[in-house]
């Protein structure tokens, strides 16, 4: 089982960047897929972006298309998420998951969520 650790949250002005780590410990990480939440506050977790265990597909929420990029390093066992122009309802907690070959949640996966506020 993998075990995940968020980083890289903060405050930031809308139109600004900020790059999101997630690192992994334990076996076989280059053998998930990856993804990336959300939560915001009173809502449900949401998608954002997944990359596939070779790093050669990717694929993006509507919402975040064009503006974050999702992408990883097996050699370091860790997953990014470059996220640009960012929006007030970006806000939220952000969370790296493990995911199967066939883009399913790997139950206990979840790591402890790293907070994204934008706000001027």
């Known amino acids: 089982q993998v075990q995940l650790a968020e980083s890289g949250g903060g405050l930031v002005q809308p139109g600004g960047s900020l790059r999101l780590s997630c690192a992994a410990s334990g076996r076989g990480f280059s053998t998930y897929n990856m993804g990336w939440f959300r939560q915001a506050p009173g809502k449900e977790r949401e998608f954002v972006a997944a990359i596939a265990e070779s790093g050669d597909s990717t694929s993006y929420a509507d919402s975040v298309q064009g503006r974050f990029t999702i992408s990883r390093d097996n050699a370091r066992d860790a997953v990014y998420l470059q996220m640009t122009r960012l929006k007030p309802e970006d806000t939220a907690t952000y969370y790296c998951?493990?995911?199967?070959?066939?883009?399913?949640?790997?139950?206990?996966?979840w790591g402890q969520g790293t907070q994204v506020t934008v706000s001027s």
């Open positions: 998951a493990a995911l199967t070959a066939s883009w399913l949640l790997v139950e206990g996966s």
